[in-house]
């Protein structure tokens, strides 16, 4: 089995008795009796168009599983992928590196709204990369479907790193420390093997063991009082209808402002989403619903990284996505549940950091 298809397995494993589980104690939704206009093509078995009157959502992928506590990899390769995601000579001006805008001292994205490359600001906030591997979808409009594809991204980015493969490959063959790296991994300098480095590191990057995963695998004492009422709003509320599976959302395409443009927030900027990548009207506002693994720790929040607080970004999906006003109690036991999603740093950072090359 590839790599995608063995983390699936192993989420998947871990998952089934604690999903059979929440499934059964999650609370009944409200009816949705909307539609989802130019719900456009979801992930697998998300994509149910006979379930229109619930979000068009598969009623059996409404649960949440934990992060699994390990996750094979290999880790040389990962190591080299390491130092490739800290090597700013993979930018045109030798001075960007995927690091720049995905701390690892931190949350694996950085604290501006948009982020600055190699020619100046960008227009979207930089995700994280942790836990980014258990993803479905890439990007906030999630225009690409694995993390391979998603690498040409930044690289070929003017405003990103503004490279490309030819001049990075002759680097890397140029450089008498990747060349060693390289051939002791027997590897050939090409695109791919640097790409699946870079894959293989950032597989390695989750985030297990948070209070609400340590919830879910039985331990009742785990979430505090605040916590276990937020989680009762989250799923009462209909948040869980889009933000689920492992990474509490990451699996589908959704359109922010389904209950119309002017719910989103006064301070967002005119961004179209998914329509930017395929010019058809019925994807305009398709953004990919957020992943909620360590949210109180990646703020601004939205594409745009517009909107500072997490109360109000709670305040904002009530009006916007589900259309109604939170009231201040709901939303701040919600925003302790969404506290319970922060799991521990990803193990291997520690690991490579005591054991440089
Ligand atoms: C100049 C800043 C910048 C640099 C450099 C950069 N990124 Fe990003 N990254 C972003 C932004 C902004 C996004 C979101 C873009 C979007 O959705 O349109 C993103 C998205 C991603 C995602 C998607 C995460 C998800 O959940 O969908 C991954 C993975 C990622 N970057 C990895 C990398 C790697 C690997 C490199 C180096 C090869 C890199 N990035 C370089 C800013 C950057
Ligand atoms: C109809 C689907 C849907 C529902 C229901 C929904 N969301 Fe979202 N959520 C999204 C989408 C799509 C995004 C990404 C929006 C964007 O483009 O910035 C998002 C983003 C977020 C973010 C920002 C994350 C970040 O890193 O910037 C938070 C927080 C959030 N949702 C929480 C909630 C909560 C709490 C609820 C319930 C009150 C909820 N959502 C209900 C689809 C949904």
Redesign the pocket.
């Known amino acids: 089995m590839n790599k995608k298809g063995w983390l699936i397995a192993i989420s998947t494993m871990s998952g089934i008795a604690i999903c059979v589980s929440v499934a059964i104690t999650l609370l009944p939704g409200k009816d949705h009796t909307h539609e989802?206009p130019g719900h456009a093509d979801h992930h697998g078995e998300s994509a149910h168009h006979n379930h229109a009157h619930d979000?068009n959502i598969e009623p059996t992928r409404e649960v949440i599983s934990p992060i699994p506590d390990s996750i094979e990899i290999d880790k040389p390769l990962a190591k080299l992928g390491w130092i490739l995601f800290k090597d700013p000579k993979l930018s045109s001006n030798n001075r960007v590196s995927c690091e720049t805008c995905h701390s690892l001292t931190t949350n694996g994205a950085e604290p501006h709204a948009t982020s600055t490359g190699v020619r100046g600001t960008g227009t979207r906030?930089s995700?994280?990369v942790f836990n980014a591997a258990l993803n479905y979808r890439f990007f906030?409009?999630g225009r690409v479907n694995n993390l391979h594809e998603q690498i040409d991204g930044p690289i070929h980015n003017s405003l990103e790193m503004n490279s490309n493969w030819r001049t990075i490959e002759k680097y890397i063959s140029e450089s008498p420390r990747y060349s060693t790296l390289f051939s002791q991994l027997n590897l050939e300098i090409s695109e791919q093997s640097i790409k699946s480095a870079l894959v293989e590191f950032m597989s390695a990057l989750v985030t297990p063991n948070s209070a609400f995963d340590q919830y879910l695998k039985g331990d009742a004492q785990a979430l505090t009082q605040q916590q276990l009422r937020g989680w009762e709003?989250?799923q009462a509320?209909?948040?869980?209808?889009?933000?689920r599976g492992t990474n509490v959302?990451g699996g589908?395409?959704?359109?922010?402002g389904?209950f119309g443009e002017h719910t989103?927030g006064e301070e967002r900027t005119i961004?179209t989403?998914r329509y930017l990548v395929t010019s058809r009207p019925e994807d305009m506002?398709?953004?990919?619903?957020?992943?909620?693994r360590n949210?109180v720790d990646?703020?601004?929040?939205?594409?745009?990284?517009n909107?500072q607080s997490?109360e109000e970004?709670?305040r904002?999906?009530?009006r916007?996505?589900?259309g109604?006003t939170?009231a201040d109690n709901?939303?701040n036991d919600?925003?302790a549940?969404?506290s319970s999603l922060s799991g521990e740093r990803p193990a291997i950072l520690e690991e490579f950091s005591n054991d440089p090359y």
């Open positions: 989802i979000l906030n995700l994280t906030w409009d709003a989250f509320q209909g948040c869980i209808r889009c933000h959302g589908m395409v959704m359109r922010f389904f989103k961004d989403g506002f398709l953004f990919r619903v957020a992943s909620l949210v990646t703020p601004p929040y939205f594409h745009d990284g909107t997490l970004a709670i904002i999906m009530g916007s996505q589900l109604v939170l709901t939303v919600i925003s549940f969404l």
